[in-house]
Structure formats: C-alpha cells, structure tokens
C-alpha cells in the first residue's frame, strides 16, 4: 500500500465483467508468465486495497479511494461474476486497508481517515440475513497506519495488525477490543529511501505459516520470517530470517500456497507478481505475471487463492490501477481483480 496519488493519462476503456475471458485450463508444464484473465473491473480512480474469500467462494475487497467501501465479488470463477456493495462508510472514514477472516465467514478489516490519523477495526458478518452487518469494533489509538492482517491459527478471535509507520505488528481481541504490541524488530522498520522526504512504509502484508510469522517491509523490498507463539508474541530465542530480498522498487501484500510453499508476492507499484520459496535460501524467485511497462497487474496490491474446486489454484489478484505510480510515467486505469492461473506451477 502506497498512497501518493499522481496526475496521470488515465485509460478509461475498462471492461466490467470477464466474459470475454475465459478461464485457462493448464496442463503439462506451466509456461511464464502465467495466464490471467480480468474478473472485474471498477469505475474511475478505484484503489482495490486487499481482499479475503468466503467460504462459498465469493472475494471480498475493501476500497481505497475513492470511498472507503467494502465490495463482494459472487461466482469469481464463472464467466459472469456479479459485484455487490456490501457497505460504504462516510466521508469522515476515508479509506479501507486490510481484511481478514476470523470465524466462518465473519470477517475484520480496518481503515480510517489518512489525514486526521484516526483508525478503526470493523468487522462484517456474512451470516446475517438478509444483509451483511458491519460493526466497529474499536477505534485503532495510538496506531500509525493499519495495514495487513492475519489471523491467529491458534485463536481465531485474535487478528495481527501490521503497523507500516510505526514498523510493528499490533494484536487485537476482536471479543473485548483491547490491544497491544505483539511484535516490533528492526526487520519491520520504515526505511527512508532516496532522501525525498516522503513517509517510508515498513512492515505491510502478514500471514502466519506453520508457527513462523512472515511479513513484508515494503520500502527494504525483502521478505522476512520470525517464529512466534500461539498468542503472537516472539518465541523464546527466535531471530529474523531474510526469506527473500528482490529486486524491485516496492513489495506490498502476498498470499502463501500452502501445499507448495511458495509466497506469491505483489509490488505495488513494480506492476508484478513474483513467486518466492517460503524456506529461506530456497529456489529464486521466478516473475510470474505483469511487467513494469504493462498494466496487466497495475500497482498489485494483495492476493488470495480461491476456495472452491474450480479455483483453489487461482490466485486472486488486486490492483490500485497504478495509480500512485502511473507505468511509463503517465498511464493509469481503474482498480481490478485479475485472476491468475497458478494450476501445475513449481518454482
């Protein structure tokens, strides 16, 4: 996540739906890149921010810019997917972050005002009928800039909160609203870059993988590990490992293929997906779709595998459009989700 908004030439032919897309059936060796289709794509200036999956498969986004909302996309993996609104907020709540399921289709996601510093949890409740309800859960004090989130395997009523600003990891209960520091080391630290004066983003996506907390730190462009305990917090003895450090201008947000251990990575404004071995010192990263001339994965900010048959090897992936950093300087296009084909590929 990255949130300067530049002047661009702003490429407004975008296509609605993913008919005219239809899904890619692999088989034999996987070919680079991997193939993508467009499984919508939003109005003007929409920022696509993160992204969960329900339990029947429907993707659920939450929105940026232009309006803090939060989205569902139904049947993602048909060749007709149906956008929904699931609620938008005022104005006083000017963009949403990260999101995250805790309970069955019960989610939590967080956002706030930019401007003013105020951030806040929600979370939001497929299980009610006929509507979703969406519910705050605390106002975020004291944190600089919510960004990833993850559940805790252990205790599922507990989300990690990745602090970008601050460089730390927060711990919420989502059942009492109290929260505090789970995990802060240098690895999560904002770095400044080129001395341009423009606010660094540190640690940023977190996912939990057999024990070991794995995050970003977008402005070091590297990947890190760290074993932690069922509450959260760092294990006795446990150091950081660099897990990969690429070359890039920028890592953002990144899902874990479990049963084949690779971290498939965005870069935001490097307008790329990568794909990384979990296990330090593993296989080199492989460039698995969009270039940094292309708008095919435009300022990639989050990915998510599906949960279905037909698209547990889909990875879902979200754009900003570029908008932060137009490609070639100049050229920007609506948020959208791109699914890209990962069936039958190894690092």
Not at 50 to 59: P, Q, T
Not at 106 to 120: D, I, P
Not at 270 to 296: E, F, I, M
Request: with cysteine; net charge neutral.
């Amino acid at each position: 996540m990255r949130f300067r908004v530049s002047p661009i030439a702003f490429c407004s032919s975008f296509l609605a739906l993913s008919g005219a897309f239809p899904t890619p059936n692999i088989s034999g060796p996987t070919k680079i890149p991997l193939p993508d289709r467009i499984v919508y794509q939003f109005p003007n200036l929409a920022w696509i921010e993160n992204i969960a999956v329900r339990s029947n498969g429907d993707l659920i986004l939450t929105q940026l810019t232009p309006k803090a909302a939060v989205f569902a996309i139904e049947k993602p993996a048909s060749s007709s997917p149906q956008i929904q609104l699931v609620n938008e907020f005022p104005a006083d709540v000017e963009g949403l972050t990260g999101i995250v399921e805790t309970t069955p289709d019960t989610f939590v996601f967080t956002g706030g005002n930019l401007h003013t510093g105020e951030y806040f949890a929600w979370s939001v409740d497929f299980n009610r009928r006929p509507h979703p309800v969406v519910k705050q859960i605390v106002q975020l004090v004291d944190v600089g800039l919510p960004n990833g989130l993850c559940t805790l395997p252990w205790l599922n009523h507990v989300v990690l909160i990745s602090d970008s600003s601050l460089g730390q990891v927060w711990r919420l209960n989502t059942h009492t609203g109290n929260f505090d520091v789970a995990v802060k080391v240098p690895e999560m630290t904002p770095v400044q870059q080129g001395g341009s004066g423009a606010a660094a983003t540190g640690v940023n996506g977190i996912t939990i993988f057999k024990g070991w907390l794995y995050w970003t730190n977008s402005a070091a462009k590297t990947i890190y590990r760290l074993k932690i305990t069922r509450d959260g917090s760092i294990a006795r003895g446990a150091k950081v490992e660099v897990v990969a450090k690429l070359d890039v201008g920028f890592v953002d947000d990144f899902a874990i293929d479990l049963e084949r251990g690779i971290i498939f990575v965005t870069t935001g404004l490097d307008n790329r997906v990568w794909a990384v071995d979990v296990h330090p010192g593993g296989k080199a990263p492989v460039l698995v779709v969009g270039a940094t001339n292309q708008l095919t994965v435009a300022g990639s900010t989050s990915a998510v595998f599906g949960r279905t048959s037909r698209d547990r090897k889909v990875l879902y992936v979200t754009t900003s459009g570029a908008l932060s950093a137009p490609v070639n300087g100049t050229l920007a296009e609506p948020g959208k989700v791109v699914g890209v084909d990962t069936k039958g590929f190894h690092l």
